[in-house]
């Protein structure tokens, strides 16, 4: 079953990677977009490779709160992967940038509680 799941997951994230370096590779969209818009399309494709790693580097299935913990610090790094590369493809704004921030904020948060329950299920308090 392992197997299984880090191969969905190899190829999860490649077609996540592959969406975020090019947004519009299924759709075709006559309508221009400035690069804001397309940053958030490549956001919203930046879920998908956040699936695509917890699927790939997660093997701890012993505690729902770490799967759920693992599970989001996973899909904020994907997020917060694709807005680094709309930022360097598409252009600096300033929201954007902001986002990336708070963003980076929420990892920090989550990382916290994961080593929290990490730490709580190993010492068995």
């Not at 999860?12 to 075709?28: D, E, I, M, R, Y």
């Not at 929201?95 to 990490?118: D, T």
């Amino acid at each position: 079953m392992s197997f299984i799941l880090k191969f969905l997951g190899g190829i999860v994230l490649s077609v996540g990677l592959a969406l975020v370096f090019k947004p519009n590779l299924f759709t075709t969209s006559a309508a221009s977009i400035d690069g804001y818009q397309t940053i958030e399309k490549r956001v919203l494709r930046g879920f998908l490779l956040g699936i695509g790693l917890f699927m790939l580097f997660f093997s701890s299935w012993n505690s729902w709160k770490l799967i759920l913990l693992a599970f989001l610090i996973a899909l904020t790094v994907g997020v917060m992967t694709a807005r680094i590369v709309g930022l360097a493809l598409d252009g600096f704004y300033t929201k954007q940038i902001y986002w990336l921030l708070i963003e980076m904020m929420i990892l920090i948060i989550f990382g916290f509680l994961y080593s929290l329950c990490a730490v709580k299920i190993y010492y068995n308090y």
